[in-house]
C-alpha cells in the first residue's frame, strides 16, 4: 500500500465509507469491524439521503467481500483463452511480464494499447486517477466511455446546460411526479423513498415504462408505451400544453430559448399521432397532459430507459424541454432531474492529467463498439490493431453489446490482456495476466453522486483480503517499472482523495462526518440562470444546428422498432434485475437465489401465438445470436416487447450466453452511446 499518514480505523466504531456502486443513490455505509474482520455493512442515519437504509444487494457487501471466489492473487493464464484456467504467480513475476510486454508493444505503437474501464466503482480515486496519468503518460489508445449515459448528458448539455436539475430531496414536497424511464424501487431506492412521502402528502405518482415494473404497479397511473417512442409522447404532451395555454408565458419569454421554433413542432403532435407511434391511448396523454399542466409543482425523474435505443438523446431533450414550458422549474419541488453530477466542482484533471499526453492526440475507441475494435485490423484510418487491453473495473464480455463480437475480439490468440478483478467474472476467463483488487472496504476513495449532491469519503475499514491490491497502487507498481519516474505516480491514495475537490470541500468534515452537503440553491433555476451559453433553457440548439442536427428535439424511431419486421416481431428491453448491479452480485448465491435463473417476460398473447408455457425453457434470437433462458408469462410484459431481465454472467446462465449475444453495437442519435433496448427478437420454444 502506499504510505498514508492516516492509519485506517480498525476497531471501535463503525467506519464511514461510501457505496461504490453505480446506482444515483451513493449511500453513506457504516462498516462494523471486529478483529480486524468487517461483520456488518450498514446505512449510515446521519446521511439524510441515505437515512440508515441500504438496498438488499449492499446489506449482503460481507458476502461480497469475504466471498469464497474472491480473487485473492494474481493469476496467469494456462489454458486456452476463455477456459478460465490459471495457475498463481507473485505480483512482481505478473507486474515484471505486463511491462514488459506493454513496453514492446509501446515501442511500436503506443495506441496499440487500449485502457477499458467504467464504474465497477464510481470512486473518483479507484476510477480513474493514477490509471488515468498511466495511460496518458504512455500515450494509449484513449476510451470514450460512454456505455451508460452519455446520450443523457449530451441531451442535457445541449439543453440546460449540463448535468444539473432539481436537488432530489424535494421530490418529496412535489404534487405531481413523473417516474419516466426507470424502475425506481430496483435503481434508485432513495428516491423513492422521497416519492412515497409525497404520495402520503397527496401528491399524484405516474409511470412511464414499457414494462409494468415493481415501481409502475405502485404508480397511480402507468402509460405503458413502446421502447422508443418516448419524444413522441413528450412532443404530445407539448401539444396540449400549447393548445390549452397551460403555459409560462413570462418564463419561456425570460429563460428560454426556441420557443416558436418548438411550438411549431409540437403543433404537429396531436395526441392521436404520439398515441399511434407510442402504442397507447390518445385519451392516457391527454390525461397526463392536463395533470402535468395544471399540477405545481410537477417534478421530474427523468431516467435512463428511454436512452438506451437510437432515439435516446433526442428524448431526453424532449422531456428535458416540458419543466421549462409550464414554469416548473419557479419550485423547488419543480423541474426535471435525470443526473446531478454537474454540479460537483471535482478536479478531474488534477487526479488524470491528460497534460501528460503532451501534445499526442491518440485516437479514441468507443467502448460501445469494443466488440469491433478488437476485430479491427490496423488501417489508415483506424490506426493500428488493438495489441493489448487492459481491463479494470468493467465487465466488457457480459456488459457491452453483441458480446458474439466482444467474445470473438477478446478469444484473440495474439491479443495481451490484463484484467484487473475481484472475482473471476465472464471477461476475466479471457485474461492472460489476472490481478486481484480490493473492495471498497480495504481501500480509500472519494465519491460524487448522480443523484444527490454531496461528497463522501470512504476510509478503509479493513486491510486488504489476500493479496488484493487497490487500482492505484497496481499502476504506480506498473508505471515504475515503465520508468515513469515522476512522483505524480506515486502520490498516495488519501492525497489524491484530499486533490479531488482542493479547497472546494472541506475535507476535514469528510474525515469526520464522512459527507460534506454541496452549496446549492434550492431551486436553481427559479430565476433561469441556465449553464448554457445563452443562460437559458435552450429548446432550439444553436449547436446542434451548426453540426449539422436537427435543432429541435424529434421523435426518432429506432433503427429495430417495434412491427417493422416480420422475422423478428418482438421489440426486447433488457432492463436490470432488481438484486443483480449490472453484472455485479450476479455470484453472490444470496442474491443470484432471489433472481432465480435468467428469464424472459412476455405477455400472455405473445407466448400462446408460439406454443409457449410459463418458465419453458426458450431461445431468444436474432441474427446477431441467440440466448437461452426461462420463459415468464406476465402481464409486466406488454403485447409485442418482451422483458429480458439483465445482467447475469455468460457462465451463469443456462447455455453460456446473456441478453447481450442479442443487443447490436448502433450508437445513439447524440451521445455516441449503446442502443440495448432498440433490438428485435423472435422467441421459440427450445
Ligand atoms: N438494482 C439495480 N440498480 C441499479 C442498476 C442495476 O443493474 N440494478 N444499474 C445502475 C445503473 S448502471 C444505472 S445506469 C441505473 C439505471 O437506472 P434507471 O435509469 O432508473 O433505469 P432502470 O431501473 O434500468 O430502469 C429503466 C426502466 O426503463 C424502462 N424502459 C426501457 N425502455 C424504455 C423506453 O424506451 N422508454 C421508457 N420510458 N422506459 C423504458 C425499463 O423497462 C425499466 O423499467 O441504475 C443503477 N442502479
Ligand atoms: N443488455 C444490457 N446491457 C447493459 C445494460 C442494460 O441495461 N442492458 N446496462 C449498461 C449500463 S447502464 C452500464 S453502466 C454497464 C455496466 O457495465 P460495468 O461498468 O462493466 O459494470 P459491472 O457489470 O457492474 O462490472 C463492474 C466490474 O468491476 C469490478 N470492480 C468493482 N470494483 C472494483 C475495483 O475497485 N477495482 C477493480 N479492478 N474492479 C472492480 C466488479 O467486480 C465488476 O465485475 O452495462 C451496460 N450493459
Ligand atoms: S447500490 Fe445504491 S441503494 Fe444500494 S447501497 Fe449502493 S448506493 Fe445505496
Ligand atoms: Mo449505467
Known amino acids: 500500500m502506499a504510505a498514508s499518514s492516516l492509519p485506517a480505523a480498525t476497531a471501535g466504531p463503525p467506519v464511514r465509507g461510501a457505496c461504490p456502486h453505480d446506482c444515483p443513490d451513493t449511500c453513506a455505509l457504516l462498516t462494523t469491524v471486529q478483529d480486524g474482520v468487517a461483520v456488518r455493512v450498514q446505512g449510515n442515519p446521519d ?60 515501442a511500436r505503437d503506443p495506441q496499440a494499447i487500449l485502457p477499458y474501464s467504467y464504474a465497477g466503482t464510481m470512486g473518483l480515486v479507484q476510477g480513474e486517477s493514477i490509471a488515468a496519468r498511466f495511460f496518458h503518460r504512455l500515450g494509449a489508445s484513449l476510451l470514450d466511455r460512454t456505455i451508460c449515459a452519455s446520450a443523457g448528458a449530451e441531451a442535457l448539455t445541449q439543453t440546460l ?17 413523473l417516474v419516466w424511464g426507470s424502475n425506481s424501487i430496483a435503481s434508485n431506492l432513495h428516491f423513492w423513498r422521497l416519492a412515497q412521502e409525497a404520495k402520503r402528502q397527496g401528491a399524484k405518482l405516474v409511470c412511464i415504462d414499457p414494462r409494468r415494473s415493481e415501481t409502475a404497479e405502485k404508480c397511480h ?47 404537429r403532435w396531436t395526441p392521436e399521432r404520439a398515441a399511434a407511434v407510442c ?57 426535471v432531474l435525470l443526473s446531478s453530477g454537474g454540479f460537483y466542482p471535482a478536479d478531474r484533471a488534477a487526479l488524470q492529467r491528460p497534460d501528460l499526453l503532451a ?7 468507443n467502448m460501445v463498439q469494443i466488440g469491433d475494435a478488437l476485430l479491427h485490423p490496423a488501417s489508415p484510418s483506424f490506426g493500428p490493431a488493438v495489441e493489448a487491453v487492459i481491463v479494470y473495473n468493467s465487465n ?48 480509500w476513495d472519494i465519491h460524487t453522486s448522480y443523484g444527490h449532491t454531496d461528497v463522501l469519503l470512504n476510509r478503509p475499514a479493513i486491510a486488504p483480503c489476500g493479496e488484493a491490491r487497490p487500482n492505484t497502487q497496481v499502476f504506480r507498481e506498473l508505471a515504475a517499472r515503465m520508468g515513469f519516474d515522476d512522483p505524480l505516480f ?30 446549492i440553491p434550492a431551486a436553481p433555476f427559479a430565476e433561469g440562470g441556465f449553464p448554457t451559453a445563452s443562460g437559458r433553457c435552450e429548446f432550439f440548439s444553436e449547436r446542434l444546428a451548426r453540426q449539422g442536427l436537427d435543432g429541435l428535439p424529434d421523435h426518432v424511431p429506432n433503427y429495430e422498432a417495434a ?17 443483480f448491479l449490472n453484472s455485479t452480485f450476479v455470484n453472490v448465491e444470496s442474491l443470484r437465489d432471489i433472481e432465480g435463473e435468467p428469464v424472459l417476460e412476455m405477455h400472455a398473447h405473445d407466448a400462446a401465438a408460439r406454443g409457449i408455457r410459463d418458465a419453458q425453457v426458450v431461445r431468444v434470437f436474432n441474427d446477431r445470436g441467440e440466448y437461452v433462458c426461462k420463459a415468464r408469462v406476465s402481464p409486466r410484459a406488454r403485447p409485442g416487447v418482451v422483458n429480458g431481465l439483465g445482467i447475469w454472467w455468460r457462465k451463469l446462465g443456462l447455455a453460456g450466453t446473456n441478453v447481450n449475444q442479442l443487443t447490436s453495437q448502433k450508437l445513439t442519435d447524440l451521445g455516441r452511446a449503446p442502443v440495448f433496448y432498440d433490438c428485435l427478437v423472435e422467441v421459440q420454444p427450445a
Open 279 to 335: 402504442g397507447i391511448p390518445a385519451q392516457q396523454i391527454r390525461d397526463l397532459a392536463r395533470d402535468y399542466g395544471t399540477t405545481k409543482p410537477a417534478a421530474i425523474r427523468l431516467n435512463y430507459g428511454m436512452q438506451r435505443v437510437r432515439g435516446g438523446g433526442n428524448a431526453v431533450r424532449a422531456v428535458a424541454c416540458l419543466p421549462a414550458l409550464t414554469g416548473a422549474w419557479r419550485h423547488r419541488a419543480g423541474g
Open 490 to 519: 506515486r502520490e498516495s491514495d488519501e492525497s489524491l482523495c484530499r486533490l479531488a475537490f482542493g479547497a472546494q470541500v472541506d475535507f476535514g468534515l469528510l474525515l469526520e462526518r464522512g459527507f460534506a452537503t454541496l452549496d
Open 221 to 267: 397511473e402507468h402509460l405503458q408505451l413502446l421502447p422508443g417512442t418516448d419524444a413522441a409522447l413528450a412532443l404530445a404532451l407539448m401539444h396540449e400544453l400549447i393548445v390549452n395555454d397551460w403555459l409560462d408565458h413570462d418564463y419561456i419569454q425570460r429563460h428560454t430559448l426556441g420557443f416558436e421554433a418548438l411550438r411549431e413542432r409540437a403543433l
Open 47 to 106: 446521511h439524510a439521503q441515505t437515512a440508515g437504509v441500504l438496498c438488499n444487494k449492499v446489506s449482503h457487501y460481507t458476502e461480497r467481500v469475504y466471498h469464497p471466489e474472491r480473487l485473492l492473487q494474481p493469476m496467469r493464464r494456462v489454458g486456452p483463452k476463455g477456459s478460465g484456467r490459471f495457475e498463481p504467480v507473485d505480483w512482481d513475476t505478473a507486474l515484471d511480464a505486463i511491462a514488459a510486454r506493454l513496453q514492446a508493444i509501446a
Open 396 to 443: 466488457p464480455v457480459a456488459v457491452a453489446p453483441e458480446s458474439g463480437q466482444v467474445v470473438r475480439g477478446f478469444a484473440r490468440e495474439d491479443l495481451f490482456t490484463v484484467v484487473i478483478e475481484q472475482f473471476r467474472t465472464d471477461t476475466a476467463d479471457y485474461a492472460d495476466y489476472l490481478l486481484p483488487a480490493t473492495t471498497q472496504l480495504e481501500h
Open 359 to 365: 501534445g499526442r492526440q491518440p485516437r479514441t475507441i
Open 563 to 579: 412491427g417493422t419486421s416480420s422475422r423478428y416481431p418482438l421489440a426486447m428491453i433488457s432492463p436490470p434485475a432488481r438484486n
Open 161 to 177: 446546460g449540463g448535468k444539473v436539475g432539481m436537488k432530489v430531496e424535494f421530490f418529496a414536497e412535489a404534487k405531481l411526479i
